[in-house]
Structures are given as C-alpha cells and as structure tokens.
C-alpha cells in the first residue's frame, strides 16, 4: 500500500486545510494510506540554536525532521469540516533545520521509517524550493543514511525514488506557472471587505486613507484590490515610479483632481513590499505625511495586518484547493523517476502538471530581475504571452 504524507509550509493561506483533506480523502479513495506531517517542516521545537548538525538534531523534536508523533496516519473522518477552517490544522512553520542538508537528512530518514515515499508539500515559493532541493538531494541523502549506518541498505531499497508534489498554498499569488494560487482570492476578498468599511467612514469624515497590504515583493494584491475598491493610487514592487520622476508630486496632482471632481474619501493602497526607483521602501508612513504636509488631507494609516490572512476561506480557494489536491493525488500515483516532479498549476481556468524545478527557478529569476530594476524583464518572464 502506498503511503502519502501532506504537510503545509511557511506563510498559511485560506484553503490550505481544504487542500489537505482533498488529499487524504483522494489518497484513500485510490487505495493509500494518507499521513499529515505536522507543523510543517519544522515540528514544534523553537530551542534548537546554533550549529545544525546530525547530532543536535536527533535531541529535538522536528516536524518531519522529528518524525515520530509528528507524522500522523489520517483516515477519511480526521478531515471532516476542514473545507470551511482557515488557516492550516495541521500547522504551519518556518524551519531553519530544513535548509541545512543534516535536516534534509534527519527528514528522509523519518520518513523511510513511516514507510513513505511521496510527499504532497503545500506551502508558498519557499516551501517548493525546499522540497525541490529535497528530492534532488534524495539519492544522495540515502547513500550518506547507509554510510552513517543510520539505515540499512535493505530498508533504503523500496525508497530509492522520492515522489515529491507541490500545491501553492500563498495568500501573495506570487508563484510563477500558475495563474492563481489557493488562498489569494480570500486574502484579496478580505481586503475589498476592510477597504470597503474603510471608505464609508472616510467618505463621512472626508479623510484619506493610506492602507498597507500584503503581498511582499508581489503587487497582486494591492493591484487586485485597488481595481475591486476604485483606489486613487497604489504602489506595488514591480512597477516603481521612475527614474527622475517626482512622484510624490504626481501622486498629490492626481489626488487633488480627485478631490477637485468632489470625491469626498481618498483611498492610498500601497504593497508592504513596494520600493521606489533607488529601490527604498515606500512606506504606509510616508505616504500619510505626505498627504497629510503637502495636501492638508485629515489622513489615516492602516495596515491591515494578519486579519487578511485569517478566516473561512472563499469558495473559490475552497474549491481550487480540493481540485488541486486530488490531481497531487493522482499526480504521485503517476509519476516516474525520469519524470521530474510536478507543481499542482491553475492555467487559463484548468488544473494542470507544471514542473516544480522549472516554476521554483523562474520564481527567483522574477524577483531577481525586480531586484537589479529590470521590470520590463520581470514582467516578461511573469507572462512571457
Ligand atoms: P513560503 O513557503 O510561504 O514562501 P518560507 O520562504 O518561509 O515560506 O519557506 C518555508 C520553509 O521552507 C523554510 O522555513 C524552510 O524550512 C524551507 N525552505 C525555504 N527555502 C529553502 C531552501 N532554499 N532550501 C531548503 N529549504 C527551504
């Protein structure tokens, strides 16, 4: 019987949960046994300090660098209700161990012993790019379990290929080969929300409004979001104001039109990652001084923070993510040694194979191209179309 583990990584995303229970409900539908690796890579322990080595982490308790209680066997009742929970149950974390090959090893050690063999791993560009370097590493991890005298060769026989799959779990919709990733379409959606009850309370008072969102170095969001709510201006990472432009002067211009036509609310929407053309920040702050000296606007700062995050996700990310994790499913029960290990991708309204390696690397070319100014560059290789 094949054994397929879920784990959810890095930043939670609405749907995640969804994403979970379409794998473990689709892995036993086809006849598997399903596990859920809690508190992703890491496990719960936060003690572990210094030097990662082999030894220190066998003192510790790590999620799938743990193994043991952190791998739990799930059967078709264990997932009841998840479609509607936001955040992850089965917990999500940052882990340091994980990005040190003595982790790696830890982890492929643990999940040999559990008898697994493919893992589903739900979590944003960080994630993928870990659990890529995790099955590139894998012969390697093997032959170095054997030498450690860890494992026996017997016991690495029937593991000597690692299925690994990737679900985009991010609220920043910033993975490149797809068009959406599951939990975006919440976060943007409670974003209109919080705008929405901003702009009433603004138009009342005639205030402006500066409102942080996230996204890091991903203007998805703010752009979304200021299409949904008609903002007067936003400022998103991959289209900063240009060389030589005074655009502090351009945004008070294009403001005081606004307010000129009777517009009684002014709405500033601005991405926790946007810079200007020296590659500075462009802060909520800023901006709000800004209005404030140079337009005599009475202005508000809000950053909306974590509640954009949290929360029942929407349909749609209910429904991406359980599309998304019977094709991981389905994916694992297909895949090949040569065949390279597949990215779970939504292209043009249809759930599809992409390769994990290819979508993890054009990921980093993005915001590598947005960190040396090449925006035309990064756009292309966004949507090369
Ligand atoms: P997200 O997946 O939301 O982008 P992070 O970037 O924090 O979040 O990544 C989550 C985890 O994935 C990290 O804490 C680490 O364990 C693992 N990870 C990220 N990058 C790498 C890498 N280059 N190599 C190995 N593991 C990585």
Redesign the pocket.
Known sequence: KRKIAILT???DAPGMNAAVRAVVRAAIVKGCDAYAVHE???GNDTTLKGKITLTTLKRHRLGLVDGGDMIKKMEWDDVQDYLSIGGTVIGT???????ERP??LLAAKNMIKKGIDALVVC?????????N??RSEWPSLLEELVKENELTAEEIEPFAHLNIVGLV??IDNDMHSTDITIGAVTCLHRICESIDSISSTASSHSRAFVVEVMGRHCGWLALMAGIATGADFIFIPECPPHAGENWRENMCAEIKRHRDLGKRKTIVIVCEGAIDSELQPITAKDLTDLLTERLHLDTRMTILGHVQRGGSPSSFDRILASLQGVEAVEAVLASKPDIPSPMIAMCENKIKRVDLMKAVKLTGDVAKAIGRRDFEGAMELRDPS
């Open positions: 990584s890095g930043g992703g890579y890491q974390a940052r882990c340091a161990a994980f990005r982790g790696r979590g944003g560009d960080g994630s993928l790019t870990g659990a370097m995790f779990g991010s």
